[in-house]
């Protein structure tokens, strides 16, 4: 291990000479170089796929290069890391541009909240050839080779603009070794699914990432999430999750997650942090200083966020648990019996699950990704309203729309605080993502969230420019070197001699998101230059075409003997 990392870690000499020929030199900007440290006034030059000469501002005016970019009154910094990306469609069925990440100074994503098309084997299949979801497209897409390392390689030959890895879901790991069922499983299928973490993870597996408030995820124990960490510890592996509750349970959710990374040996990352329901704002003062106390313990814990009162999930996350077991969830909301058990649940204030209608109320939740003809004239309203136009209850719209759309349907639940988004954000801890898929706005059919397009532009206007909740030095951290220490990610992060050529231009003056929950598919300004590995993908704030990303993989990747680790990483 410590020879392969070594090797991965390896750097091109720097080029100390003033008049060295250059393919790029951004000249004259202020550099945030994502070390949290001030801007400085620099010249950065890119030779090939590397950050070659990083210099005070002039030093490189007489240097011979291919281009040079003026960057006077710009802020020039490390391409943006999405600790928490969606976008397995656009990698592998899309064109591989994903062009609303891009342009928002995305250059590199990873994914994996909950599940991941790999591993997978007969259950996995077998669950996904009876569903319509992205996640059973992706699985088709590349059938054939179901290894974790296998689906990686086809996203990396597929051609993407943004590198690429990403987390093992816990749900998969638990369908590749029990199915869909509840209950825990028994002792052969347990081995069976550490030993499919264990895989996963010298495939190039971040780590293991939970979302144990969605079916089948969430029928998953906290032992057995302990014991599937236990096996991705030797392999330096975090256990990164969307907890079992946000709202009237957080504080158990976080003491299980706290749990699990202490008694599984791994470090602990919770996913899109909020206190969700009006309710339950107050909690996050709480919420924060148990994670202060557990670090000042010597357990390390850190999180994520996304900058948005709204999150994003499938309009069916509304419904209990229970009624998806054994992939049977459109059976129940048809059979009578089920239906009214549902309704009931539906109706109550306070639910032992995660209650997102109930948190965000029916006026909260707006509907989005709607397919069917009878429901296009629903797309973006709120459940009550569509429940008014039905003359029904909004338990009984919501399992209609449910059953319509074949639980396909999205929607936006609006369940956090503003006051508490930038008490989050002023956390050292905190790290940003955008929890959404990637799209393209010339293709994209119905509403999305507008994370998708602008979730670090708004950081950068709102909360650094406008409100100065952040400064800049510290919002290019949180979104670049903090999530490359915490996955161990090597060459990237940083503008740093040696490195990947990983880079992003801003305008610090008009860096704004676009995008809002009515019109989500605007991309962001501000935006001006984003090079990945070297080469332009973002040319005066519009996509230049390019595909130059790479797949990256975690720290426990053992390579074959036939791939260049180094460039794989």
């Known amino acids: 291990m410590a020879s392969f990392f070594a090797a991965a870690c390896a750097k091109p000499t720097a080029d100390a000479t003033a008049d060295a020929s250059y393919d790029v030199v951004i000249g004259g900007g202020h550099v945030v170089d994502g070390t949290g440290n ?32 003026d960057a ?12 928490q990306g969606q976008s397995d469609s656009a990698f592998l069925l899309g064109d591989g541009r994903n062009v609303s990440k891009v342009t928002q100074g995305i250059t590199t994503e990873i994914l994996g909240e909950g599940a991941t098309p790999a591993p997978s084997n007969a259950r996995t299949l077998a669950l996904d050839s009876t569903s319509d979801t992205t996640m059973a497209r992706v699985d088709t897409a590349w059938r ?11 996203m990396g030959h597929h051609g993407i603009s943004e590198n690429v890895g990403s987390f093992v879901g816990a749900a998969t790991i638990r369908m590749y070794g029990k199915g869909a069922d509840t209950g825990a499983p028994n002792p052969a299928q347990l081995d069976t699914m550490r030993a499919a973490v264990h895989r996963a993870m010298v495939d190039g597996a971040f780590g293991m990432a939970s979302a144990l408030i969605y079916p089948p995820g969430g029928y998953a124990g906290t032992d057995e999430l302990i014991a599937e960490a236990k096996e991705m510890a030797p392999f330096h ?25 202490k008694e599984g040996g791994v470090p ?4 899109h942090l909020k206190a969700a329901g009006v309710r339950n704002w107050p909690t996050m003062a709480k919420v924060i200083a148990m994670i202060d106390s557990a670090r000042a313990a010597g357990q390390d814990v850190g999180a994520d966020m996304y900058p948005w009162e709204a999150g994003g999930t499938a309009l069916a996350a509304c419904l ?32 032992p699950w ?21 429901d296009k004239a629903y797309e973006g309203l709120r459940l009550d309203e569509i429940a008014t136009r039905e003359h029904k209850e909004w338990p009984d719209a919501l399992m209609d729309v449910v059953s319509r759309e074949k639980a396909q349907a999205a929607a936006l639940f609006f369940i956090a605080g503003e006051k508490n988004l930038e008490l989050q954000m002023s956390q050292p801890w905190i790290k940003f993502g955008t929890d959404a898929d990637g799209s393209d706005p010339d293709s994209l059919k119905g509403l999305t969230h507008p994370r998708a397009y602008g979730n670090y532009p708004i950081i950068l206007g709102r909360y650094v420019r406008e409100k100065h909740v952040l400064t800049v030095e510290d919002a290019v951290r949180k979104m670049t070197s903090a999530v490359a220490e915490r996955l161990s990610i090597p060459d990237r992060g940083l503008l740093k001699e040696g490195d990947y050529a990983d880079v992003v231009v801003f305008d610090p003056k008009t860096v704004a998101a676009n995008a809002t929950y009515e019109k989500p598919s605007q991309i962001s300004s501000g935006i001006r230059e984003v090079f990945v590995n070297g080469v332009e993908v ?6 230049t075409g390019a595909k130059p990303g790479r797949v990256i993989r975690g720290p426990g990747y053992a390579a074959p003997p036939h791939v260049d680790s180094a460039q794989s990483r």
């Open 38 to 69: 001030p801007w400085f006034a620099g010249d950065v030059a890119i030779r090939g796929d590397r950050i070659v000469r990083v210099a005070p501002s002039g030093a490189l005016a007489n240097a011979s290069a291919k281009r040079r970019i």
């Open 72 to 83: 006077t009154g710009l802020v020039v910094a490390p391409g943006f890391i999405d600790i």
């Open 144 to 154: 054939g080779t179901h290894g974790f390392g296998n689906w990686l390689d086809a």
């Open 237 to 261: 592996g975090v256990y990164i999750t969307h907890m079992r509750s946000e709202g009237d349970h957080i504080i158990d959710a976080v003491s299980e997650a706290f749990r699990i990374g």
């Open 268 to 271: 602990v990352e919770i996913y």
């Open 320 to 351: 209990p648990p229970w009624s998806a077991a054994g992939d049977s969830l459109l059976q129940r909301v048809a059979n009578p019996t089920t239906r009214a058990r549902i309704r009931a649940d539906l109706l109550r204030t306070n639910t």
């Open 354 to 374: 995660e209650g997102l209608c109930q948190l965000a109320t029916p006026h909260g939740v707006m509907v989005v990704g709607l397919k069917d003809p009878a």
């Open 538 to 543: 973002v040319h005066d704030e519009k996509h």
